[in-house]
C-alpha cells in the first residue's frame, strides 16, 4: 500500500522512521483518512505526533481527525511526552457544520490544557488557516516552511516572512527536512515534561571568545556552547537576541539585548523565551544592555504594557536567573533585566560597564552642570561618571552586582553559576497566575 504524505512526514520525523501507529483505521464518516498519528522516539525522547494527510480530501478538518488528534493530546498528558504537530490541511469539513466546530474547541482546550506540561511544537508544512492556526500558534514553539499559508482570517496574502518578522513564528525552515530537523533539536533542548530535568550535553568549546566589541549575535555564539544555539523569533524584536542554547553541557535559556532602548517588540520577544524556560526549569541567562525604555510618540501606552509584561515575566520566574551587563544599563532597563530586586538570583558585570539610574549625558548635564558652565569638556566628565558613579564596581559596593570580571572570563563564571544555582528551589504564594 502506497504510502501517504502524513505517513512519511512522520517517518521523517520519528527517530529511524520507526513509530507505533496510533488508531491507524480510524475514518470520517465518508471513509477518508485525513491524518496520522502515532508515538515513538522523536530526538531520543518518548513523544508523539500527528500528520494531517493534504492528500485526502485537501486534509478537511472533520469529527473524526478531532478526535483522533484529541487521543494524541490526552496520552501526551497521561504519559508526560512532548508532542509535535504538523499542519497541512485547507480548514474544516463544511458539511459537518456545528458538531466539527465543537471538537474544535475540544482540540483548543487540550492544547491549552497542555502548555507549561509537556513541550508542544507545530510544524507548518502547507496551509494551516482559520482555527487550525489558532490551534497551532498554541503551541511552545511553532516552526514554518518558507512557503507555508499561515494565518487566522481567509483569504489573506501574508507570507511566513512577514509572520516572522511580526513574532508569530518562532523559526522559517526551507522544506519539511529542515523543519523536522529544527523540531528534534528543540525537544532536545527541553526536558520531557515540567517535572523532569532537562538533559545535559557535551560542553563544546564555543570558536570565539566574549569582548566589548561583539554585537549580541557573537556574543550569544561565543557564551554557548559551539553548534547548541537554537535562536527564536530571529526576525522579530531585532534589538534583542534570543534562544536555547547549552552552556557548559547545560540547556539554557539565553536573552542577549544589544545597547539600544527597550522596545515593545523587545519585550514581547524577551518575555516569551522566559515563560517558556520557567515552564520548564532552565536556567535564562540575560545579557543586560539596555539605554532604559524607548521613548516613542504616540506609543507610550505601548512601551508602559511591554515593559510591564517583561518586568512581570522575570519577577514571577522561579527557575535560576543570571544577568550579566557586558556594556550599558540605564535606568527601567537596569531595573528590569538586571536589578536583584525584581529578576536575578546572581548578576554579574564586566570590569567595564557602566551601570546608571541615568544615561551618561543625562547624568552628567544634571550632576556636572556647574562644572559644564566653567568650560570643563563634557566628554572629559562623561568619562570621569563612567569611571566613578557610574562604573560597575560603584554599584558593586552598594551589593547591586555580585561580581566583576573580564569579557574573556565571561564562560567560567556563568558555568561556575549555573552550576551553584542548579539546586535552586523557591516557594511562591498561593495563586492561580499573575494578572499582568
Known amino acids: 500500500?502506497?504510502?501517504?504524505?502524513?505517513?512519511?512526514?512522520?517517518?521523517?520525523?520519528?527517530?529511524?522512521?520507526?513509530?507505533?501507529?496510533?488508531?491507524?483505521?480510524?475514518?470520517?464518516?465518508?471513509?477518508?483518512?485525513?491524518?496520522?498519528?502515532?508515538?515513538?522516539?522523536?530526538?531520543?525522547?518518548?513523544?508523539?505526533?500527528?500528520?494531517?494527510?493534504?492528500?485526502?480530501?485537501?486534509?478537511?478538518?472533520?469529527?473524526?481527525?478531532?478526535?483522533?488528534?484529541?487521543?494524541?493530546?490526552?496520552l501526551a498528558e497521561k504519559t508526560g511526552c512532548p508532542l509535535i504537530g504538523i499542519y497541512d490541511s485547507n480548514g474544516v469539513k463544511l458539511t459537518e457544520g456545528f458538531e466539527v466546530?465543537?471538537?474544535?474547541?475540544?482540540?483548543?482546550?487540550?492544547?491549552?490544557?497542555?502548555?507549561?506540561?509537556?513541550?508542544q511544537v507545530s510544524i507548518i508544512a502547507g496551509a494551516c488557516v482559520g482555527t487550525s492556526a489558532l490551534i497551532a500558534n498554541m503551541a511552545d514553539v511553532v516552526i514554518a516552511l518558507e512557503d507555508a499559508d499561515f494565518y487566522v482570517t481567509a483569504p489573506s496574502e501574508v507570507k511566513v516572512s512577514?509572520?516572522?518578522?511580526?513574532?508569530?513564528?518562532?523559526?522559517?525552515?526551507?522544506?519539511?527536512?529542515?523543519?523536522?530537523?529544527?523540531?528534534?533539536?528543540?525537544?532536545?533542548?527541553?526536558?520531557?515534561?515540567n517535572l523532569?530535568?532537562?538533559?545535559?550535553?557535551e560542553a563544546k568549546e564555543s570558536n570565539a571568545v566574549p569582548s566589548a566589541d561583539m554585537d549580541k549575535n557573537q556574543l550569544l555564539s561565543a557564551i554557548a556552547d559551539?553548534?547548541?544555539?537554537?535562536?527564536?523569533?530571529?526576525?522579530?524584536?531585532?534589538?534583542?537576541?534570543?534562544?536555547?542554547?547549552?552552556?557548559?553541557?547545560?540547556?539554557v535559556g539565553l536573552i542577549v539585548f544589544d545597547e539600544k532602548e527597550l522596545c515593545p517588540c523587545c519585550?514581547?520577544?524577551?518575555?516569551?523565551?522566559?515563560?517558556?524556560?520557567?515552564?520548564?526549569?532552565?536556567?535564562?541567562?540575560?545579557?543586560?544592555?539596555?539605554?532604559?525604555?524607548?521613548?516613542?510618540?504616540?506609543?507610550?501606552?505601548?512601551?508602559?504594557?511591554?515593559?510591564?509584561k517583561l518586568t512581570s515575566a522575570y519577577a514571577s520566574a522561579t527557575c535560576p536567573k543570571i544577568s550579566l551587563v557586558t556594556k550599558e544599563a540605564f535606568g527601567g532597563a537596569y531595573i528590569i533585566l538586571a536589578g536583584k530586586g525584581a529578576n536575578a538570583d546572581l548578576t554579574f558585570a564586566w570590569d567595564g560597564a557602566v551601570v546608571s539610574p541615568l544615561e551618561t549625558e543625562s547624568?552628567?548635564?544634571?550632576?556636572?552642570?556647574?562644572?559644564?558652565?566653567?568650560?570643563?569638556?563634557?566628554?572629559?566628565?562623561?568619562?570621569?561618571?563612567?569611571?566613578?558613579?557610574?562604573?560597575?564596581f560603584s554599584g558593586a559596593a552598594s551589593g547591586a552586582i555580585d561580581d566583576i570580571f573580564a569579557p574573556e572570563q565571561t564562560r567560567a563564571k556563568l558555568f561556575a553559576a549555573l552550576d551553584m544555582l542548579a539546586g535552586k528551589r523557591e516557594t511562591t504564594l498561593p495563586r492561580k497566575h499573575s494578572v499582568k
Not at 530526538?43 to 484529541?70: H, L, P, R, W
Not at 466546530?101 to 513541550?119: D, M
Not at 530571529?234 to 552552556?247: E, F, H, Q, R
Not at 562644572?371 to 562604573?391: C, F, M, P, V, W
Open 1 to 74: 500500500m502506497e504510502k501517504t504524505i502524513s505517513q512519511m512526514r512522520l517517518e521523517k520525523l520519528f527517530d529511524s522512521g520507526e513509530y507505533t501507529p496510533i488508531d491507524a483505521f480510524a475514518k470520517s464518516s465518508d471513509g477518508d483518512a485525513e491524518v496520522d498519528a502515532g508515538f515513538g522516539l522523536i530526538g531520543g525522547k518518548n513523544a508523539y505526533a500527528f500528520a494531517q494527510n493534504s492528500d485526502e480530501n485537501s486534509g478537511a478538518i472533520t469529527v473524526a481527525q478531532c478526535a483522533k488528534i484529541k487521543k494524541i493530546y490526552e
Open 267 to 308: 519585550s514581547y520577544k524577551a518575555e516569551a523565551l522566559i515563560k517558556l524556560c520557567d515552564a520548564f526549569s532552565l536556567p535564562i541567562i540575560t545579557i543586560a544592555n539596555g539605554k532604559g525604555l524607548k521613548r516613542k510618540s504616540g506609543k507610550e501606552a505601548q512601551v508602559l504594557v511591554a515593559a510591564t
Open 196 to 201: 523532569e530535568i532537562a538533559g545535559c550535553f
Open 101 to 119: 466546530l465543537s471538537a474544535y474547541g475540544e482540540l483548543v482546550k487540550a492544547s491549552a490544557r497542555l502548555s507549561g506540561v509537556v513541550p
Open 363 to 392: 547624568a552628567v548635564a544634571f550632576l556636572f552642570n556647574e562644572r559644564l558652565a566653567n568650560g570643563e569638556k563634557r566628554e572629559d566628565l562623561e568619562k570621569e561618571y563612567k569611571e566613578t558613579i557610574g562604573s560597575a
Open 226 to 251: 559551539s553548534g547548541s544555539v537554537i535562536e527564536l523569533k530571529k526576525d522579530y524584536g531585532c534589538n534583542v537576541a534570543t534562544a536555547l542554547a547549552s552552556v557548559g553541557g547545560e540547556a
Open 162 to 193: 512577514q509572520s516572522s518578522e511580526e513574532g508569530i513564528i518562532d523559526i522559517v525552515a526551507f522544506d519539511i527536512d529542515d523543519a523536522v530537523s529544527k523540531a528534534k533539536s528543540v525537544l532536545e533542548m527541553l526536558p520531557g515534561n
